[in-house]
């Protein structure tokens, strides 16, 4: 919390608000041996092989916003588990491409449903899912975003006032 504010900051609700998430999904997701980061990956490979992509690692990294090293590293587990499968790009052997399998297909289909009916009881309040504070929530975080944030650089003279 800021010294100036009365009560928590947006940054701490946000930080707050993305830890309750993070454990809801991961118990949730539990019993089909996925982790939130898995399902992060698998739910957003599902998208986009349904749109008929077949996404290399770092295109899922960009899309998922999760650092690329930690999204090899994710699809080498769920490959490794059978739901996944990872082969390099004919067009580009640096690239790995990545794939639901069947079997992949099936749990992803299962977790999704799992997190839509999580995601009714988080958005509940604001009465539900499709409901217009709902909508104007999410337009309120895709705006902060696309944010680009860059840390602050200390005593950096240019941000302060002139001085005599």
Not at 6 to 34: E, H, M, S, Y
């Amino acid at each position: 919390m800021s010294k100036g504010s009365p009560g928590p900051t947006p940054g701490f609700l946000v930080w707050r608000l993305a830890n309750k998430w993070r454990v809801a999904v991961d118990r949730a997701l539990g019993p089909l041996g996925l982790t939130h980061a898995q399902y992060s990956l698998v739910a957003s490979l599902y998208g986009m092989q349904r749109a008929g992509e077949r996404p290399s690692q770092r295109r899922l990294a960009d899309h998922t916003g999760l650092e690329a090293l930690y999204v090899s590293k994710l699809a080498r587990a769920l490959e490794s588990a059978g739901l996944v499968e990872r082969t390099r790009d004919p067009r580009d052997p640096r690239a790995v491409q990545l794939r639901l399998t069947d079997q992949g297909e099936t749990v992803t289909r299962r977790a999704i449903t799992v997190v839509q009916e999580l995601l009714q009881q988080l958005t509940e309040p604001l009465d539900g899912l499709d409901s217009p504070r709902t909508r104007a929530f999410t337009g309120e975080l895709t705006t902060l975003l696309g944010v680009t944030l860059a840390p602050p650089v200390p005593n950096d003279e240019s941000k302060r006032g002139a001085t005599p």
